[in-house]
């Protein structure tokens, strides 16, 4: 629509000087070298990505690597279920849905060592991106939001282009952050994930995963629930302020 384009442009120019590893923030340099190094960590990162703060998330590969000494899917792969959720249990901070996080991070084991000869790499390394969430969607608890920002993830940090990838609809993963900053812009009427996501669609229908990131950034920076930080923000030019 035309009189979002002010937004999308925006957003697009903030997408371009964000720092893209911000979108896998730690709570320690090692947690966050862990998530670069392991291609493991990173994947399972992303499956275990529900409802709970980006910064324990993408420790929690970190937290688990301290308590057994290795982050090794093979020998994971070994472990009954109730021995990871042991695992689990013992996190300093736990995923939100805590009886359902050890059996994805199983599954997503299993996978890797049964379909992929140990290396997470190999779910994306030479394939489709049909074919690689196709994956994705099979672990438990991964629904396709979780797919398509794991895709869009390991285009940006591993460096790769997916030239099969559906782009028009490739949606943003709506969480508190983006659904919010969609709100506030006047572009989404509710806070809502279906909301986000038509927002997020008709802002950009080309590929509305393209902004997920930025929109992510702006509202755990900028776009706060209380006490928004609207004049810093690289967006307050053409921001609608709904509900501020």
């Known amino acids: 629509m035309p009189h979002y384009q002010p937004i999308l442009n925006a957003l697009i120019q903030y997408k ?15 947690a966050i070298q862990l998530i670069h190094d392991n291609s493991f960590a990173f994947i399972s990162a ?10 324990i998330i993408w420790t929690i590969p970190y937290w688990l690597y301290q ?4 982050y090794d899917p093979s020998r994971f792969y070994t472990l009954s279920l109730d021995k990871i959720a042991s695992l689990f249990d013992r996190l300093p901070q736990k995923p939100r849905y805590t009886n359902a996080a050890p059996r994805t991070f199983q599954e997503i084991c299993r996978i890797v060592v049964e379909e992929f000869e140990g290396s997470a ?7 489709r991106a049909t074919d690689v969430k196709r994956t994705l969607v099979s672990v438990f608890g991964v629904g396709s939001g979780i797919a398509n920002m794991s895709l869009v993830l390991i285009e940006g940090l591993y460096h790769l282009t997916f030239s099969d990838l559906d782009y028009a609809n ?4 709506p969480d508190v952050h983006t659904m919010r900053v969609l709100y506030h812009l006047g572009v989404s009427p509710a806070i809502s994930e279906m ?12 590929y509305p995963g393209a902004i997920d990131g930025p929109l992510w950034s702006i509202g755990r920076n900028w776009c706060h629930p209380t006490n928004p930080e609207c004049t810093s923000c690289p967006i307050n030019s053409c921001c609608q302020k709904v509900g501020l």
Do not use: Y
């Open 16 to 30: 371009s000087i964000f720092d893209q590893e911000e979108l896998t923030p730690a709570k320690s340099p090692e």
């Open 46 to 55: 992303c499956c275990l990505d529900r409802g709970t703060k980006a910064e």
């Open 67 to 70: 308590q057994v000494g290795h």
């Open 121 to 127: 790499d190999n779910i994306w390394k030479n394939r």
């Open 170 to 173: 490739m949606d943003i993963k």
């Open 195 to 206: 909301e986000a996501i038509i927002a997020a669609r008709q802002l950009s229908p080309t």
